[in-house]
């Protein structure tokens, strides 16, 4: 998956604007403009497409954080130069303060079975015996069964994953 891909499933789920994104970049001490965000949002085929890096794509995970959560007592977010599903995936279980449990169900939702032990395998250290990356598909079901949970009109949920185009 593309961080431009991430960003736009998460853009739907939560039904945001583009002044809405803008804020949450702003949160984490990113000045953006519309025209930048409606660049990083465009199909991956328009002219005026404009790839997000890893380090953008976690700024604005650290600031949905801190939409969601509240800031948090310690200095500013740690923004990442490089970013893999396994960050992201966990960005957004914090974001949407979601224990194991709670993330198996929206798994289960999105059609995909994951045990309690699998699932902790993608947030232990890289060095453990146990870690294990997580993969595309494991991602693009955690964000589709988010889409599920939170999108107002659950109808257009599944839509939207088939508009996409995404393998």
């Known amino acids: 998956m593309t961080n431009n891909d991430i960003l736009r499933r998460i853009r739907y789920t939560l039904d945001l604007d583009d002044d809405r994104m803008m804020a949450i970049f702003a949160l984490a001490d990113l000045q953006t403009s519309r025209a930048q965000v409606s660049d990083w949002l465009k199909k991956d085929d328009d002219p005026a497409f404009q790839a997000l890096s890893d380090r953008r794509l976690a700024i604005y995970l650290n600031g949905l954080i801190i939409d969601r959560r509240g800031p948090n007592d310690r200095q ?26 709670s993330v198996l169900e929206i798994m289960e939702l999105s059609g995909f079975h994951l045990s309690k032990h699998e699932l902790s395998a993608f947030f232990r250290k890289p060095t453990h015996k146990n870690y294990r990356d997580c993969k595309d598909q494991v991602l693009r079901k955690f964000l589709q069964g988010l889409q599920i949970k939170y999108r107002e009109d659950t109808d257009s949920a599944s839509a939207f994953e088939w508009k996409q185009n995404t393998p």
């Open 76 to 101: 500013g977010p740690d923004h990442e130069n490089r970013l893999n599903n396994n960050l992201i995936f966990n960005k957004l279980k914090i974001a949407f303060d979601l224990k194991a449990d």
